[in-house]
């Protein structure tokens, strides 16, 4: 059962683009970046959502490795493909100008593909895939991020967590959306483990002398010192529960990230430089779309997939189980349930959150200071 207090949507949407305006973030730009992160909350994604606001993209401004004001460039564009420079501005404002031009391109003509260098975090991976399912189109994204999965048989943190997306429409009242690292568990998990005093669970992390660790803050340390690393689906750091395959698709995702866009990929994305000092995260992302009117149509693609859908959830259960999920399922069913609650917030964050409306003098109470 939930025990922790609740703000409304409106109220915490509202007050996150007052913040990234204080900040120097665009009105327009403000509000993209502040519905992906509150739609991490509403999927019930928390890493990603409003536990990442100020450690991830305000304290990041403040640092200098993150850009308010978005300068996109076009480096290179066909009829069904874009390639664009986003100058080290807002990750998820590059990512939303991209999908709206191919989502143009692919109802246009059939398929588009686009990729972005010079990127910053840009929130969830399936908030962009969503995008293009909700109409009626289907869509793939990754992107590459700060070094933290060590190859199979290895314990250095080479290549990021590097999500593999795709959503697809259904004849259901929610989509097929598979967004997931390809590590065990991503960055952003441990950091809501730490920010939530919890440890994380042994065998997902493994230090430079191949044993587990499970303090969550330690790890974190680690991590940026570059003497733990992630183990990739599967596990590691051998190949006795096949964590090759994990391995296998955050190298995809980290060539497309990079190669596509002729951008930066592992060491380099580190956001610390030779000196040790912050620097720029140069991200890469890479995004597809298709339009299923190109092949048997939408109306054929969303039936069969909802069938898919439905066969796999009737299932035979294991024993001690009553149900089966299908991707996005669980989202939606959060999304149900929070829908009129608004979004969860712990004590590390209601900090946070005060901490930053008093710096600002911005007019805003929360309920959980009436308590």
């Not at 065990?184 to 483990?193: D, T």
């Not at 690393?229 to 698709?249: F, I, R, V, W």
Request: glycine share 10%; charged share 25%.
């Amino acid at each position: 059962m939930e025990t922790r207090p609740y703000v409304p949507w409106k109220l915490m949407n509202d007050f996150m683009i007052d913040v990234f305006k204080a900040y120097g973030v665009p009105e327009k730009d403000a509000a993209i970046c502040a519905d992906v992160l509150l739609e991490s909350d509403r999927r019930g994604i928390e890493s990603h959502g409003c536990n990442r606001f100020k450690p991830i993209y305000i304290d990041r401004i403040v640092k200098g490795t993150l850009l308010p004001k978005t300068e996109l460039e076009i480096v290179k564009e066909t009829p069904t493909t874009l390639v664009m420079d986003a100058h080290d501005g807002m990750g998820m404002v590059a990512a939303h100008e991209m999908m709206e031009r191919l989502i143009e391109k692919a109802k246009k003509y059939g398929m588009a593909g686009g990729a972005i260098r010079n990127s910053t975090h840009y929130g969830i991976a399936g908030y962009w895939t969503d995008m293009a399912a909700k109409q009626g189109l289907l869509a793939v994204t990754g992107t590459n991020a700060r070094p933290s999965i060590a190859p199979t048989f290895g314990v250095e943190n080479m290549l990021g967590t590097n999500p593999l997306t795709f959503s697809f429409p259904t004849d259901e009242e929610f989509t097929f959306c598979l967004d997931c690292a390809t590590s065990i568990v991503q960055r952003g998990k441990i950091e809501y483990y730490a920010r939530s005093g919890k440890e994380t669970p042994a065998g997902m992390v493994v230090t430079h002398d191949g044993q587990t660790i499970t303090d969550s803050k330690a790890i974190l340390k680690m991590l940026t010192e570059g003497t733990a690393a992630l183990a990739p689906l599967g596990g590691g750091p051998g190949d006795e529960m096949c964590g090759y395959k994990g391995y296998g698709y955050a190298t995809v995702v980290e060539i497309l990230s990079s190669a596509l866009a002729g951008g930066e990929f592992m060491k380099a994305l580190s956001g610390v430089s030779a000196e040790g000092k912050p620097q720029m995260y140069h991200l890469g992302h890479f995004f597809f779309v298709v339009d299923p009117e190109a092949f048997m149509g939408l109306d054929t693609f969303k039936k069969t997939a909802g069938e898919i859908c439905r066969a796999l959830r009737a299932s035979a259960k294991a024993p001690g189980h009553e149900r089966i999920y299908t991707a996005g399922e669980k989202e939606h069913l959060v999304w149900l349930e929070r829908k009129d609650k608004g979004v969860p917030v712990n004590e590390a964050v209601q900090k946070e959150l005060i901490a930053l409306r008093d710096e600002h003098h911005l007019p805003y109470t929360f309920p959980f200071e009436e308590a």
